[in-house]
């Protein structure tokens, strides 16, 4: 699919098929996709996280700029027929923002975005999800990367990258 970009973009998408679909030889030249919307020149999405939730479908992306080398994450509503009925910046901060890794906990929603140069992870609690949040801690100093949650027998585990060539 062409989108008229003239630099090298990522493009997310949502795949209407489990997971296991694209590991199927063959299996995603048939399959059903929603993209996300196309960005402004110089401008791309990365990292998409998406969470069903009170029966709509929210994805969180990093929304980068070229031009200011500036990462931010914004929001993608869709209803369940996945028809986009609302979107816009979620969180900006003073330092790039990606991977807005979500983690639901009973009613709440927290999101753990990677933002390595500011030294920190920080935890963030929706106030009013997908568009407002409040930060909770810095669960972590130092470059923490791209740091993913599990809960496993009623424990939590994070699994991250440090910054560098290692």
């Not at 009973?106 to 949040?133: I, K, N």
Request: charged letters at 15%.
């Amino acid at each position: 699919m062409n989108f008229g970009y003239r630099t090298d973009i990522w493009h997310p998408g949502i795949l209407h098929a489990p997971a296991a679909h694209a590991f199927t030889p063959g299996a995603l030249r048939t399959a059903s996709v929603t993209w996300l919307p196309p960005q402004p020149e110089y401008c791309f999405l990365a990292d998409p996280f998406g969470l069903w939730h009170a029966g709509q479908l929210h994805v969180l992306a990093e929304h980068y700029d070229y031009r200011d080398k500036h990462g931010v994450i914004h929001y993608f509503t869709y209803d369940p027929d996945f028809r986009l009925i609302a979107s816009g910046e979620a969180l900006s901060t003073p330092h790039h923002l990606s991977y807005p890794f979500l983690i639901e906990d009973g009613a709440d929603v927290y999101m753990l975005p990677e933002a390595h140069q500011s030294g920190a992870l920080a935890l963030y609690r929706a106030t009013a999800f997908p568009s407002a949040w409040e930060k909770v801690c810095d669960l972590m100093t130092g470059p923490i990367v791209d740091a993913s949650v599990v809960k496993h027998n009623s424990r939590w585990w994070m699994f991250y990258a440090l910054e560098g060539p290692d």
